[in-house]
């Protein structure tokens, strides 16, 4: 929801509606099929909406649904993107890996370049997150961190299956519920994968992201949902 829009994703296309009729104001440009959600982001001081498809990335004006940018790249992108410290995009693809773009506007309108590809990272449907210069997610089953400057892996390890994670970011730790349900701790730092804790959290196939609110920790499968409270630090 932005303002008095609330914008969706239907079929790679995006479309805006007024929340207060319910009448469609913008239908966005087609670029392809879909799994991703609109994912709104500032770049170079200007709001817009990103959505990656099949054929690649495309950015919209929130106002109208008119494009700023696309970036084709053509692959089975389901992850949504994030931004870097400075600005840039990262995508990702189970085939081809993750990718950096630079963007950058001006009088004359936008600009779209490729800092680097890399094949270390390959989310499938599992999302990634960035932490002090480096990406964190899983490159098919097993976890791995790549440097953000050049997309070289650092390390890979950890078993997980089809499992997701958060980032615990005052703690630098990475919080990974398994595909299996455990629950594990994984140091957020570039020099080694280190697990410094697991447990078994629920029992079935977990595809669903942990929770944490305040002290609480939720997890969840089809079948059922866990509450765990963790002690606070002192």
Known sequence: MIGDLVI???SGQLVAYDTATGNRRWLGPNPGGSYSSPHLATIDGVQQVLLVTG???TS???ADGKQLWSDAWAGNSIVQPALTADGDVLITSQENGT???AIAHNGSGWSVVERWTSNGLKPYFNDFVIHKGYAYGFDGRILACIDLKDGERK???GRYGNGQLVLLPDQDLLLVLSEEGELALVAATP???NERAKVT???????NH???VGDILLVRNAEEMAAYRLPLAR
Not at 201 to 207: L, M, R, S
């Open 8 to 10: 969706i994703a239907a």
């Open 55 to 57: 054929a690649g990335t």
């Open 60 to 62: 919209v004006s929130p």
């Open 99 to 101: 990718r950096r773009i």
């Open 155 to 157: 390390w890979k390890g």
């Open 191 to 193: 020099d080694q994968f």
């Open 201 to 207: 959290a629920i029992q079935g196939k977990t595809w």
């Open 210 to 212: 942990p929770v944490l």
